[in-house]
């Protein structure tokens, strides 16, 4: 059986199908930034603007996933679509475009999915954590196995951060200062043993293709790569001393959309390993859309 899944983020949507009949065959992923959360932090609302973008996407994603033989299409709503006052609104035209019934999870189903996918794909040895950076927020889940132990999700993620403390191009260092103060304060009230970091996301993906040379990209390659804490400084001092235009020229790694906010993902990234005294971090390309495909596979006893 052929399933499909659209995670609808505050920042990118994506669309993975998978043949679920014999454990999970990922057959189709794409992925397109709308900044879905974009001005949402001072205003409360989706923009229309965003919401029309959005809305198209999802409706290509849709035939896309229907041409490919999808007899189930699975899809959720994260962070912006939570805290918006118009959700309701999007929720509705969604359906009447596609017939589409999304359902907006809650901070905890997204990091258990998120959490799901690494267990099943990468399989790590011992205790790990996981960090999911998104557009709007942000998970830390700990666990064995497939058995989570700790989850907790804080409401800020790449977009948010970006409005908040990046108002320099490039960036002034009081404000990358004040960035990592900030998320130094949350982070400490996650930090806790593990055997493994796993990193999740857009920022970290695209650094780890631009580390390896992966371009375009491909996810299987870039699934399962390792990246120092050095390396990982070594980007965000580049990135960070860069204009957006200059990044978006030197790296096409870096997606246009994605040059201007990629530096809080990066510090994200940065303190967490430090804080938690990880000088690697494993990286995944599977995330809460494949978890949803993951949650599926189970199901049928696959």
Not at 134 to 155: A, D, K, L, Y
């Amino acid at each position: 059986m052929k399933v499909a899944s659209i995670d609808v983020g505050s920042y990118s949507i994506r669309l993975s199908v998978a043949e679920v009949n014999a454990g999970l065959e990922l057959i189709h992923e794409e992925g397109r930034i709308t900044a879905l959360a974009t001005d949402l932090k001072d205003s409360g609302l989706l923009r229309q603007d965003r919401i029309e973008e959005s809305l198209e996407v999802i409706r290509e994603f849709f035939q896309k996933a229907k041409e490919l033989g999808a007899e189930r299409i699975k899809i959720v709503g994260t962070e912006a679509l939570r805290r918006a006052k118009n959700s309701r609104e999007f929720l509705e035209r969604l359906k009447a475009l596609t017939g589409l019934e999304l359902r907006v999870i809650t901070p905890e189903e997204e990091g258990r999915y998120a959490f799901l996918s690494v267990a099943y794909s990468l399989r790590p040895s011992g205790r790990f954590c996981i960090i999911d950076q998104g557009g709007g927020s942000t998970e830390f889940v700990c666990g064995r196995g497939f058995q989570i132990e700790s989850i907790r999700s804080f409401p800020f993620g790449i977009v948010n951060l970006t409005e908040e403390f990046i108002h320099n191009d490039p960036p002034k260092n009081y404000e990358l200062e004040s960035l990592k103060n900030f998320l130094d304060e949350h982070i400490r009230e996650v930090v806790q043993p593990c055997d493994e970091l796993v990193g999740l996301g857009g920022t970290i993906t695209t650094i780890t293709a631009i580390e390896y040379g992966i371009y375009p990209y491909r996810g299987k390659d870039i699934h399962g790569k390792e990246l120092s804490l050095d390396r990982l400084m070594f980007w965000l001092e580049t990135l960070s001393s860069m204009k957006e235009r200059d990044r978006i020229a030197n790296f096409p790694h870096i997606e246009p959309k994605r040059a201007k906010v990629i530096i809080p993902g990066l510090v994200i990234f940065y303190r967490s390993m430090v804080l938690f005294g990880k000088n690697r971090i494993r990286v995944s390309d599977w995330g809460l859309k494949e978890g949803l495909l993951v949650e599926e596979t189970l199901r049928c006893g696959n």
